[in-house]
């Protein structure tokens, strides 16, 4: 079985770029897009969800905390501060009404002086006491875990203490300073930063913080949670689809061709996929479509085999027979009767390995030469012109003509390879002329119709026995006409013809020509090919 080799790419072209496109035809592409898309699709609408929820509670925050403290600013400023003409805040005051005022326990209450320096905190006011479960007690001689992380808690701290002071910096210059921020303790707070202003002169600054960010952190991640399960559940079936619909299905395939290529068996068991209606029922069918095709060439090839050794033997029999009594035979008529065999088995051997060495490349020459629009008309010419210019006058084999006659008013395309379809015609025709009356005529016709094109060969020779009509079809049948020499026949031709013929989708049959009082006049062998427009 040949294989044909790609032809080179011309100079200048490119190839067609691939384009990404929707699976249409592929039941399990959009099965394996559509699963994973699913579960992606969970995850990011779980996670924007989220972010919105969790930004949309910042910024709430950060609105309470602005016009709670704007209040608190504007109550300090109108009862807390003294002076004139240069006015500043009443610390005891401000301390006081911040006591009154700032109700929330969640919530810490800042208040700076002008210069930065702490007159008033809502913790110290409140007496709130910071606390924490403590670590077990330690074991004599053990080290204390916390010692090594001093130095980053002091850092952690220092960093904290910088920021706040940066945002009071701001907020000095007479605008609000809002945002998230990490606090002495390394929680996330969110900070508002409001300036005291007593008509035009910043008295100082309060600053309000919420240190319940990281509890509504913890309650999006657990909100996320019941997205990620969703999604990872989806991966994991959509995960396991793939490995039934798929893998086990590939696997068991690898496993039958295997244990053919170790068992050496002579035909593959296949796992019977072919009621899927996809890719990989598709894919079973066709396989096991290729290993009958497989099993049958090489069942063919066993028969060709035995038919080839068969045809062999007998004119090397014959040839062994001569040669064995030519030693024996001392006339020289006898003598040159006995060469004259000699030299036709050897002629009719030469014939038959050239016939079989044809057939045994048929194969590769139909997958290596393209199919094309071809003209049958002109290929039908060509074909005549060979015999014509090998005619010879006089009763000789050699003197059959041949007649071609097209009964149609375009020409007739089909969609074949020139050099297999012109010996198909050849071989009809070296039938035909072999059968054919000395002087005689082989008549070739072109028709078309209904969308093909129909080539009818007729000869004036005996006809073709009923049964036989089919049989002479097969290899190495034979059927030597009356006074043609023994061995001009390989009994391949029609064979071949036939071979060709329906690689190229069309059939080839013979019957018998009848006059009108039904005795046979000779024989007809039509060949039909799909026609086309090409």
């Given at each position: ?143 204390d875990p916390s010692a090594g992380r001093s130095p980053r808690a002091a850092q952690r701290a220092e960093r904290a203490r910088n920021a706040l002071s940066g945002e009071i ?78 893998a086990v299905p590939v696997q068991r395939l690898a496993r039958a061709a295997d244990h053919v290529r170790l068992q050496g068996a002579r035909a593959i068991a296949l796992p ?75 002629n009719r051997l030469d014939r038959l390995v050239t016939d079989i060495s044809n057939a045994s490349r048929l194969d590769a020459e139909l997958s290596r030469e393209q199919p ?163």
């Open positions: 079985m040949a294989t044909a080799k790609p032809e080179p790419a011309a100079r200048g072209s490119a190839e067609p770029r691939r384009r990404l496109a929707w699976p249409r035809g592929s039941r399990l592409g959009r099965l394996i897009i559509i699963l994973n898309v699913l579960a992606l699709t969970i995850v990011i609408v779980g996670a924007l969800v989220l972010n919105e929820l969790r930004s949309g509670l910042v910024n709430a925050k950060i609105d309470s905390l602005t016009t709670q403290g704007q209040l608190i600013a504007k109550i300090i400023d109108q009862s807390a501060t003294v002076g004139e003409p240069e006015p500043a805040l009443d610390p005891y005051t401000a301390s006081a009404i911040l006591q009154l005022l700032f109700i929330p326990r969640s919530q810490r209450a800042r208040l700076f002086d002008a210069h930065g320096k702490v007159l008033a905190d809502s913790f110290v006011v409140a007496d709130r006491v910071d606390w924490k479960v403590l670590p077990p007690a330690r074991k004599p001689g053990e080290k910096a701001q907020a000095m210059r007479g605008r609000t300073v809002a945002g998230t921020r990490i606090s002495e303790d390394g929680d996330r707070v969110v900070s508002v930063s409001i300036p005291i202003q007593h008509v035009r002169a910043v008295l100082g600054v309060l600053t309000l913080e919420a240190g319940d960010v990281d509890e509504i952190i913890s309650a999006e991640r657990k909100a996320l949670l019941p997205f990620i399960v969703v999604a990872m559940t989806a991966i994991l079936i959509s995960s396991v689809l793939l490995h039934r619909l798929i019977d996929l072919s009621r899927r209606a996809d890719e990989l029922g598709d894919l079973s069918r066709s396989l096991t479509d290729m290993t009958h095709s497989l099993s049958e060439r090489m069942d063919a090839i066993e028969r060709f085999a035995a038919d080839v050794a068969h045809e062999i033997k007998n004119p090397l029999t014959s040839i062994r027979s001569a040669i064995e009594t030519l030693d024996l035979v001392t006339e020289p008529a006898a003598r040159t009767r006995l060469l004259g065999i000699l030299k036709n088995d050897v094309k629009a071809l003209d049958l008309a002109k290929l039908l010419s060509e074909v005549a012109s060979l015999y014509d210019a090998q005619l010879r006058p006089g009763p000789a084999p050699g003197s059959v003509r041949v007649g071609v006659t097209v009964d149609a008013a375009r020409p007739v395309l089909v969609l074949a390879r020139e050099t297999p379809m012109g010996q198909v015609f050849r071989n009809l025709i070296d039938n035909a002329r072999s059968f054919s009356p000395e002087d005689g005529e082989v008549r070739v016709v072109l028709t078309r119709a209904r969308g093909k094109a129909t080539v009818i060969v007729d000869d004036d020779g005996p006809g073709v026995p009923s049964d036989n009509l089919e049989t002479i079809f097969e290899r190495f049948y034979t059927s030597r006409p009356k006074g043609r020499a023994f061995g001009g026949n390989s009994g391949l031709g029609l064979s071949i013809a036939r071979q060709i013929v329906e690689a190229h989708g069309g059939a080839i049959h013979a019957e018998n020509r009848r006059d009108a009082t039904g005795a046979v006049i000779g024989a007809r062998f039509v060949v039909d090919l799909p026609e086309t427009r090409e």
